[in-house]
Antibody, heavy 123, light 106 residues
Framework: QITLKESGPTLVKPTQTLTLTCTFS??????????VGWIRQPPGQAPEWLAL???????RYSPSLRTRLTITKDTSKNRVVLTMTNMDPVDTATYYC???????????????WGQGTLVTVSS | EIVLTQSPATLSVSPGERGILSCRAS??????LAWYQQKPGQAPRLLISGASTRATGVPARFSGSGSGTEFNLTISSLQSADFAVYYCQQYGNWWTFGQGTKVEIK
């Protein structure tokens, strides 16, 4: 079955760069139509999509955050890495990685999610 | 950016009653809409994709409808496990989420 797990620091200081790793199993990022996304959720707020990488290394970024984000993949290690620069206290949130369904007439959502990792930005 | 507006913000329903949640998109997204359920301390769970197709293992009491800019999620007979926050999400143009509807026990 498909599983994903996020890892990274729980506390970062303002202006630092955050690096998060998503380690997954049950699928391959070299398979056509597969994608892995990052989504964050500040406490008590709605989720916010950040970035997504496709099987062919095509990348998509949230327009409002694209200058701060980089997403990469290591297909051989089943990992996806997200970096976010210039962290600020407003970036405090639970960060999730998720498997994206191929987009068809009946699918296209994020069907498997990691447990999430809470990242706090504070000096 | 496509904005999704969910209503109501809170839905108070008695167990066994029907609940209807709405999601409106700021521009047409065809049927590229998903619904998620989230309980405290858990990741969102995919319920519906393609506006009306239930994900694997989702009970038949959950149904989705709509296309274009107007969408609904209907829970036909609310069970105790269904009291949670529900989010709609569009994937027609990037990915955005609505602000959520909390379904609480009346």
């Amino acid at each position: 079955q498909i599983t994903l797990k996020e890892s990274g620091p729980t506390l970062v200081k303002p202006t630092q760069t955050l690096t998060l790793t998503c380690t997954f199993s049950g699928f391959s990022l070299s398979t056509t139509e597969v994608g892995v996304g990052w989504i964050r959720q500040p406490p008590g707020q709605a989720p916010e999509w950040l970035a997504l990488i496709y099987w062919d290394d095509d990348k998509r970024y949230s327009p409002s955050l694209r200058t701060r984000l980089t997403i990469t993949k290591d297909t051989s290690k089943n990992r996806v890495v997200l970096t976010m620069t210039n962290m600020d206290p407003v970036d405090t949130a639970t960060y999730y990685c998720a498997h994206r369904q191929p987009r068809t007439a009946t699918s296209g959502g994020f069907d498997f999610w990691g447990q999430g990792t809470l990242v706090t930005v504070s000096s | 950016e496509i904005v999704l507006t969910q209503s109501p913000a809170t839905l108070s329903v008695s167990p066994g009653e029907r609940g209807i949640l709405s999601c409106r998109a700021s521009q047409s997204i065809s049927n590229y809409l998903a619904w998620y359920q989230q309980k405290p301390g858990q990741a969102p769970r995919l319920l519906i994709s393609g506006a009306s197709t239930r994900a694997t293992g989702v009970p038949a009491r959950f149904s989705g409808s709509g296309s274009g800019t107007e969408f609904n999620l209907t829970i036909s007979s609310l069970q105790s496990a269904d009291f949670a926050v529900y989010y709609c999400q569009q994937y027609g143009n990037w990915w955005t989420f609505g602000q959520g509807t909390k379904v609480e026990i009346k």
